[in-house]
């Protein structure tokens, strides 16, 4: 199993195999997932003060947020599967 990595904005790298889901943070369970994770210290902030356009959840716990829109992040996902298919 190779390491694939997506870029989230700002130059902060990702594994893309630790990816479970790239959603919105405008809903209400979001808001309280993004609450507890801070409150578990499993909260990563990669906005760099930004607004925070997508939560990035992984398979360890951890809840990234993102200054990118989650449809580019996802975009950037699948360009990665595509290229790693190729070659």
Same mark, same amino acid.
């Given at each position: 199993m190779?390491?694939?990595l997506i870029n989230i904005g700002f130059g902060n790298i990702v594994s893309a195999n630790r990816i479970i889901a790239i959603?919105?943070?405008e809903s209400a369970p979001i808001k309280r997932t993004i609450q507890e994770a801070r409150d578990?210290?499993?909260l990563i902030d990669a906005?760099? +003060?930004r607004r925070t356009r997508a939560v990035i959840i992984t398979d360890s716990g951890?809840?990234?947020l993102s200054a990118v829109?989650?449809?580019t992040v996802a975009q950037?996902?699948?360009n990665k599967e595509d290229l790693?298919?190729? +070659?």
């Open positions: 190779s390491i694939k959603v919105s943070p578990r210290g499993m906005t760099y +003060g951890h809840t990234i829109q989650p449809e950037r996902f699948i790693t298919d190729e +070659g």
